[in-house]
T-cell receptor, first 110, second 112 residues
Framework: TQLLEQSPQFLSIQEGENLTVYCNSSSVFSSLQWYRQEPGEGPVLLVT?????EVKKLKRLTFQFGDARKDSSLHITAAQPGDTGLYLCRNQGGSEKLVFGKGTKLTVNP | DAGVTQSPTHLIKTRGQQVTLRCSPK?????VSWYQQALGQGPQFIFQYYEEEERQRGNFPDRFSGHQFPNYSSELNVNALLLGDSALYLC???????????FGPGTRLTVT
């Protein structure tokens, strides 16, 4: 079973700061998804990355997929309190069993 | 357009009892997946249903079983509850040919 490690586990920053969180896999991803989960809610899909080296931008969020497709990063520019949540990465599935990382719990203080 | 709905919202059960959780998928979706999320952890995949059959299963014991109905809704059953089964149970729906899953708000199960 593919293992996904996310770091850091916890991150607390001030509004306006930049941050990067990471997702590393024990094996190659066919593709990878990032989700954000707010307290009391289910995860919400942010992006799917498929191609090694791919970079996708979603407003202030930048997602990068490693060239070897074993790692990914999520960079947030000028974080806002509304970015607070649990950020999860997951393999996309297919022939692989669906696996989530443990997540990075982000708190953005006003 | 209603998203994924789950019932009940919260549930308290005693060790050894049985529980049934319910999920209605997003309109147009035909595949339902179930996840267990312990406090402070990422969701763990339990199983996935498509065309009323279990299509894929994670590393969960046989105490965890499920069902999908012709209208694509689904149930998760857990027998012989253990204290360690206390968690948030999430349901996600999708189309079988895609992996873009939409999650419900979850059912919080507490086993005492």
């Amino acid at each position: 079973t593919q293992l996904l490690e996310q770091s850091p586990q916890f991150l607390s920053i001030q509004e306006g700061e930049n941050l990067t969180v990471y997702c590393n896999s024990s094996s190659v991803f066919s593709s990878l998804q990032w989700y954000r989960q707010e307290p009391g809610e289910g995860p919400v899909l942010l992006v799917t990355v498929v191609t090694g080296g791919e970079v996708k931008k979603l407003k202030r969020l930048t997602f990068q997929f490693g060239d070897a497709r074993k790692d990914s990063s999520l960079h947030i520019t000028a974080a806002q309190p509304g970015d607070t949540g649990l950020y999860l990465c997951r393999n996309q599935g297919g022939s692989e069993k669906l696996v989530f990382g443990k997540g990075t719990k982000l708190t953005v203080n006003p | 357009d209603a998203g994924v709905t789950q019932s009940p919202t919260h549930l308290i059960k005693t060790r050894g009892q049985q529980v049934t959780l319910r999920c209605s998928p997003k309109s147009g979706h035909d595949t339902v997946s179930w996840y267990q999320q312990a406090l402070g952890q990422g969701p763990q995949f339990i199983f996935q249903y498509y065309e009323e059959e279990e299509r894929q299963r994670g590393n969960f014991p046989d105490r965890f079983s499920g069902h999908q109905f012709p209208n694509y809704s689904s149930e998760l059953n857990v027998n012989a509850l253990l204290l360690g089964d206390s968690a948030l149970y999430l349901c996600a729906s999708s189309l079988v040919e895609t992996y873009e899953q939409y999650f419900g708000p979850g059912t919080r199960l507490t086993v005492t």
